[in-house]
């Protein structure tokens, strides 16, 4: 070991003892989520990461990684999960004001609000700059009319990152604003998507004159695609998809039932919350059971499709590490780990099925959901697709696709026949 390498694992193995001296003394799986909430957030240990001044304990990703890990085996509930401290935060600390950083970060951090996205919509996923969502101004307010759709947890967020047209007479990746919008308000519609796994996680939701102040705008009016950008990268960051050693999360805020719920009970049903849409059985110990229950666990073709996928799973979890320790932000390598995850989901719901033989043709088990859920991944988060392109052009240096639409003004752009102006005036009725 070097000298370097050395004082490392001093200050690691330092760094533990310190997480699980804190954990020994303030987990107590009786406690609300709430307080468990407040002690999390009140202490750093939560999000370790953020600036000192602002709730965290300024440490670098590698150094929150072992936070994390301590956490994980301690058995403890984490911090709050979901869109407010995974894609909310790292756009208010690298776009928002003084004054929003202290209006939301605290309620972040203490899970206080669920957050959810408002970015899709029927005719922009992959290419998202096309939103026809139109944001209008109107004194210390913008009015927003349009429709986004397959938005995960709606119902029980609070406010939604909102991407929307603020202007239409510049090209598409110039006109965009980015937003913090209530969700629950008389000009927001939702409407639950029933999906093939049975459960309805996500929504479309339909904007009649709703509106939202211009306090709650991060970033300039036409500049919000540089935001939507920042929020991309760190939501491709947070879709693990399978594996061990996972911290068990849930959502923050009132609608999600679970701050005053006792954090030990709340965190046995993070298995169960299919927010991440996590497969029942994604990790080893419950593909084990399967194979047991099943009687394959003395098949050598199972036997070594598990290692292979143990092995693939943990080569995986060691990348993702090394690229939180080699960088100080997260950026398109996350694109490299995405596609990894999604291979993992796969070689998970190919295997259950495979072990599980005709009865995973039985519906609402475990191994059923496990198979229905899986084709998510790989969309979710942005299509797979999507994130080739970008190691193809950001990685290896690959030559961009070619983009014809991207100096027209929006107002000129087409959807079949149409220009893409009256057909968004159809849809959501504004003129
Ligand atoms: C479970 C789940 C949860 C989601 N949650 C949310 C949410 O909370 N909020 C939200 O706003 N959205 C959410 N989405 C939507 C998700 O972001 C989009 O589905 C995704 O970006 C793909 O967009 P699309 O569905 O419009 O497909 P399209 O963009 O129409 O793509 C269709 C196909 O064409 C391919 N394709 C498109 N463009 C290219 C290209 N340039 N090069 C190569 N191939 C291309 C795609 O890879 C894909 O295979 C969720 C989706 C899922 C499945």
Redesign the pocket.
């Known amino acids: 070991m070097t000298e370097n390498q050395t004082r490392e694992a001093r200050e690691t193995s330092s760094l533990r003892a310190e997480v699980r001296g804190w954990l020994d003394q303030n987990w107590d799986p009786e406690m609300s989520t709430r307080e468990w909430w407040e002690r999390l957030a009140a202490s750093g240990w939560g999000f370790p990461h953020w600036p000192a001044d602002h709730g965290g304990l300024g440490m670098t990703h590698a150094a929150s990684a072992v936070v994390v890990q301590e956490m994980v085996a301690a058995g403890v509930l984490g911090p709050p999960g979901g869109a407010a401290p995974t894609m909310g935060a790292p756009i208010v600390f690298a776009y928002g004001t003084a004054e929003q950083r202290r209006r939301w970060l605290p309620s972040i951090a203490r899970g206080l609000e669920g957050w959810?996205?408002?970015?899709?919509e029927p005719g922009a996923?992959?290419?998202l700059a096309s939103v026809q969502t139109r944001a209008v101004r109107d004194g210390d307010e913008w009015i927003v009319n349009g429709q986004?759709v397959?938005?995960?947890g709606t119902m029980e967020s609070d406010k939604a990152l909102l991407v929307a047209r603020t202007d239409v007479d510049v090209p598409k990746h110039r006109g965009i604003g980015f937003f913090i919008v209530d969700v629950h308000q008389p000009g927001i519609e939702i409407r639950p998507i029933k999906q093939m796994n049975g459960s309805a996680e996500?929504n479309e939701a339909f904007f009649t004159d709703a509106r939202v102040s211009d306090a709650d705008r991060i970033g300039e009016p036409n500049q919000g695609w540089a935001v939507a950008l920042h929020v991309l990268t760190h939501e491709r960051a947070s879709h693990p998809g399978g594996g061990d050693g996972v911290l068990k999360q849930v959502h923050g805020g009132e609608r999600a039932g679970y701050l005053d719920r006792p954090a030990g009970q709340v965190m046995l049903e993070a298995d169960d919350e299919r927010t991440a849409?996590r497969l029942p059985i994604s990790d080893l110990d419950s593909l084990l059971a399967l194979a047991r229950e099943h009687g394959r666990l003395d098949d050598p073709v199972i036997r070594q499709r598990i290692a292979h996928l143990h092995a693939f799973g943990e080569s995986l979890r060691l990348t993702q590490l090394r690229a939180l320790v080699s960088t100080s932000e997260v950026g398109t390598e996350t694109s490299v780990v995405y596609l990894g995850a999604v291979r993992l989901v796969r070689l998970y719901r190919d295997l259950i099925g495979d072990i599980a033989g005709a009865a995973a043709l039985l519906d609402c088990t475990d191994v059923s959901d496990s198979i229905l859920t899986a084709p998510?991944h790989g969309?979710?988060?942005?299509?797979?697709?999507?994130q080739m392109?970008l190691i193809g052009e950001r990685i290896l240096g690959l030559p961009k696709?070619p983009q014809i639409d991207r100096d027209v003004p929006f107002k000129d752009l087409r959807v079949g026949t149409q220009r893409v102006t009256a057909a968004a005036a159809s849809s959501n009725g504004s003129t």
């Open positions: 959810a996205q408002f970015f899709s996923g992959s290419d986004k397959w938005n995960s996500f849409n998510c969309i979710q988060g942005g299509a797979e697709q999507i392109n696709e």
